[in-house]
């Protein structure tokens, strides 16, 4: 059951950054471009996924367990810390180069664009090389 869940959450992420255009990387660029050809729609994809997530994390927490899990997972250091401010920042540099981030990048690999093979493959490295200095 839990399969099918997490497929259909998926499915709906991945449809609705195809429907709102988030998967094509020059609307996301035309986004950071806000002294060229600016493009305000991803805004509006923002504000709408916080229209729509806040409430939801209000209501879902007041549950006393989750649907499909045993316990709420939650963050419990609330402290600002170094891996804190840097992944953002590492994200937003990845993210303003090629106008990918790990979503629609998984969606894009269907166009068979070498680019965003070697972009998947540096992301994932990224990931190894995180957990393994970690553990160090």
């Not at 493009?39 to 879902?60: Q, T």
């Not at 367990?65 to 990845?94: A, D, E, H, Q």
């Not at 981030?101 to 990931?127: A, D, N, Q, R």
Request: hydrophobic share 50%; net charge positive.
């Amino acid at each position: 059951m839990n399969f099918v869940v997490v497929l259909l959450a998926g499915a709906v992420f991945g449809g609705g950054l195809v429907i709102s255009g988030m998967s094509d990387q020059n609307k996301i660029l035309n986004f950071l471009d806000v002294s060229g050809q600016w493009d305000p729609s991803l805004l509006f994809v923002m504000i709408g996924a916080l229209a729509v997530s806040i409430p939801s994390f209000h209501l879902i927490l007041k549950c006393q367990t989750p649907l499909m899990s045993k316990v709420f997972i939650l963050p419990r250091n609330g402290k600002v810390n170094r891996p804190l401010v840097l992944g953002p920042i590492l994200f937003g540099i990845g993210w303003g180069i090629y106008g990918y981030c790990p979503g629609p990048v998984i969606i894009s690999l269907v166009y068979f664009c070498v680019e965003t093979y070697i972009f998947l493959i540096t992301m994932l490295l990224g990931v190894y090389m995180t957990r393994k200095l970690k553990r160090d």
